[in-house]
């Protein structure tokens, strides 16, 4: 799979191109900010763009997605819960659910619903080697729980079911706040203190 980690905006966002190596039907996860800079890595890597996916409603996760879909047809996909958030911020053209899963060329993606940050919140597992995160999970952190949506509890519950997925997905956050822009599920599972947390109690002690 062609696959490209994009630094976009002043809040250290992260957009992920992927695309099949022999086909070059691709996806974009997380359109933010400047689709001037995507649809040139579009075109760069001979992209033929099919599917935008929205992890959730944040505007800074979806703000690149509408000028995008105008440029390539495009569908954008997002969860159920997201759709009625986005107000506008982005459209939508299909709604999904926990454990939706679509192929490209022979890449299998499945989407997991990990509510928590956003009551919408998705990760996606990529041809089982990218573990894309969203603001679920971050290197060494995970996503705020204290927003309008927000819920500590499920996302201590999304963060148990990320932990319990094999260690050599390579996790890819929705943002570049960590020390490495992206590292080994089995890596976080030993130093990153939110999957390190026991139970709620431990978890919402957390700074
Ligand atoms: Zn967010």
């Given at each position: 799979m062609i696959f490209e980690q994009l630094n976009l905006g002043n809040m250290q966002n992260f957009s992920y191109l992927f695309a099949d190596s022999l086909t070059h039907e691709g996806f974009i996860i997380d359109p933010a900010f400047d689709h001037v800079v995507i649809m040139e890595a579009v075109k760069r890597l001979k992209i033929n763009l099919t599917r935008i996916i929205l992890t959730h409603h944040h505007f800074d996760h979806i703000n690149a997605a509408n000028p995008i879909k105008s440029q390539t047809g495009a569908e954008i996909i997002c969860h159920?819960?997201?759709?009625?958030?986005?107000?506008?911020?982005?459209?939508?053209?299909?709604?999904?659910?926990?454990?939706?899963?679509?192929?490209?060329?022979?890449?299998?993606?499945?989407?997991?619903?990990?509510?928590?940050?956003?009551?919408?919140?998705?990760?996606?597992?990529?041809?089982d080697k990218w573990l894309i995160t969203g603001d679920t999970l971050f290197i060494n952190d995970c996503g705020r729980a204290d927003l309008a949506g927000s819920s500590p509890k499920a996302l201590f519950e999304s963060l148990q079911r990320l932990k319990a997925l094999p260690d050599h997905l390579i996790v890819c956050p929705g943002h570049n706040y960590g020390p490495a822009p992206t590292r080994i599920l089995g890596k976080e599972k030993q130093l990153n203190p939110t999957l390190l947390a026991k139970n709620i109690e431990e978890f919402c002690k957390l700074p």
């Open positions: 159920r819960e997201t759709a009625p958030l986005l107000h506008g911020g982005a459209s939508y053209d299909r709604l999904i659910d926990d454990n939706y899963s679509f192929t490209t060329g022979n890449s299998k993606i499945v989407c997991l619903h990990t509510p928590g940050h956003a009551p919408g919140s998705l990760c996606l597992i990529v041809s």
